[in-house]
Nanobody
Framework: QVQLVESGGGLVQAGGSLRLSCAAS????????MGWYRQAPGKQRELVALIGSGGSTNYADSVKGRFTISRDNAKNTVHLQMNSLKPEDTAVYYC????????WGQGTQVTVSS
């Protein structure tokens, strides 16, 4: 069993910053990819950013240059630094970890006011 605990969501004005963190624990031998997805009201869940075990990254076009994903393999944690936030970034953000299969966090709300 794998548990994911997210933190760092909240309310911020447009142009502000937030940092999301996710810690994985439990039956973990080796984590492949770690990352973040988001889901806005009435929309499908979409990829925000992923980082592989070797540090390769993949970002949604909408967040490139504003968001930075990082991971600490020793602590099984992943972070998402979000800068220059826009109202359209408002969504529930979900941590995602892929080991032998994918696991999801419970989600953390990010609200960006205009």
């Amino acid at each position: 069993q794998v548990q994911l605990v997210e933190s760092g969501g909240g309310l911020v004005q447009a142009g502000g910053s937030l940092r999301l963190s996710c810690a994985a624990s439990g039956s973990i031998f080796s984590i492949n990819a770690m990352g973040w997805y988001r889901q806005a009201p009435g929309k499908q869940r979409e990829l925000v950013a992923l980082i592989g075990s070797g540090g390769s990254t993949n970002y949604a076009d909408s967040v490139k240059g504003r968001f930075t994903i990082s991971r600490d393999n020793a602590k099984n944690t992943v972070h998402l630094q979000m800068n220059s936030l826009k109202p359209e970034d408002t969504a529930v953000y979900y941590c995602y970890v892929r080991i032998t299969k994918g696991y999801w966090g419970q989600g953390t709300q990010v609200t960006v006011s205009s």
